[in-house]
C-alpha cells in the first residue's frame, strides 16, 4: 500500500494528528502562532470550536502554565521551558513530514 503527500496524516498540525483532540488543536494553534495573543471568539473562529468546548481547555491550559492571560482577555502561549520543548518537539514534527512528503514524491515520480 502507498500513501500519497495528500495523505490525511499530513493534514493535522503534530499535536492534534497524535493525540486527536481538541485540546491538542489549540496548542498547535498557539504554539504556531507563538507571538500573537488572541481572544476567545478569534480562537472559537480560527479552530472551529464553540465557547463550551473551548472555554474548559482554555482554563485547563493556563492552570497548567502553558498559555497566559494578555491585555484585553486574550491568551498566549506561555514562555517557559515547556512550551518551549512543546515548539521543539512541533518543529522536529513538521520537518519529519516535510522529509516524508518528499519521499512519497521522489517515490510516485
Known amino acids: 500500500m502507498t500513501t500519497s503527500?495528500?495523505?490525511?496524516?499530513?493534514?493535522k498540525l503534530p499535536l492534534e494528528f497524535i493525540f486527536n483532540n481538541k485540546t491538542a488543536r489549540v496548542?498547535?494553534?498557539l504554539v504556531t502562532m507563538k507571538p500573537?495573543?488572541?481572544?476567545?471568539?478569534?480562537?472559537?473562529?480560527?479552530?472551529?470550536?464553540e465557547a463550551k468546548q473551548l472555554?474548559?481547555?482554555?482554563?485547563?491550559?493556563n492552570k497548567?502554565?502553558?498559555?497566559?492571560?494578555?491585555?484585553n482577555n486574550k491568551a498566549k502561549l506561555a514562555d517557559n521551558p515547556r512550551t518551549l520543548a512543546l515548539h521543539k518537539f512541533?518543529?522536529?514534527?513538521?520537518?519529519?513530514?516535510?522529509?516524508?512528503?518528499?519521499?512519497?514524491?521522489?517515490?510516485s515520480r
Open 5 to 11: 503527500p495528500s495523505d490525511c496524516r499530513f493534514a
Open 27 to 29: 496548542l498547535d494553534h
Open 36 to 49: 500573537f495573543d488572541f481572544t476567545f471568539g478569534e480562537l472559537m473562529d480560527i479552530l472551529q470550536l
Open 55 to 61: 472555554q474548559p481547555i482554555l482554563i485547563k491550559l
Open 64 to 71: 497548567l502554565g502553558l498559555i497566559d492571560e494578555t491585555t
Open 90 to 107: 512541533m518543529h522536529e514534527c513538521v520537518v519529519y513530514n516535510l522529509e516524508q512528503m518528499e519521499a512519497l514524491s521522489k517515490e
